[in-house]
Nanobody, 116 residues
Framework: QVQLVESGGGLVQPGGSLRLSCAASELTFSTYVMSWYRQAPGKERELVAVIFGPGTNTNYGDSVKGRFTISRDNAKNTVYLQMNSLKPEDTAVYYC?????????WGQGTQVTVSS
């Protein structure tokens, strides 16, 4: 049973930083494209960042470019999202996704709240 478990969410003040982690089990992690998505109340889920197998190719949503960094440690089956210069509009539930060919798996999500 494939499992993706996110952690690291919480409450942070504007301008602060958080690091999210997503630990994967029961899959050949290095062969999967890993992504972070987020969904704010009343809004559609949106892509935040994506990283490909070796970890050298990444893409970001326009709203987070220059502030967020996605990385992966294939030895630990973990993908990270370093979030800096956080803004109130970054408040959302953040989800981890693993994809390879027609197989897609989602984590349960972790809440990030940016507020003073």
């Amino acid at each position: 049973q494939v499992q993706l478990v996110e952690s690291g969410g919480g409450l942070v003040q504007p301008g602060g930083s958080l690091r999210l982690s997503c630990a994967a089990s029961e899959l050949t992690f290095s062969t999967y494209v890993m992504s972070w998505y987020r969904q704010a109340p009343g809004k559609e889920r949106e892509l935040v960042a994506v990283i490909f197998g070796p970890g050298t190719n990444t893409n970001y949503g326009d709203s987070v470019k220059g502030r967020f960094t996605i990385s992966r440690d294939n030895a630990k089956n973990t993908v990270y999202l370093q979030m800096n210069s956080l803004k109130p509009e970054d408040t959302a539930v953040y989800y981890c996704k693993a994809r390879k060919y027609s197989s897609t798996y989602w984590g349960q999500g972790t809440q990030v709240t940016v507020s003073s």
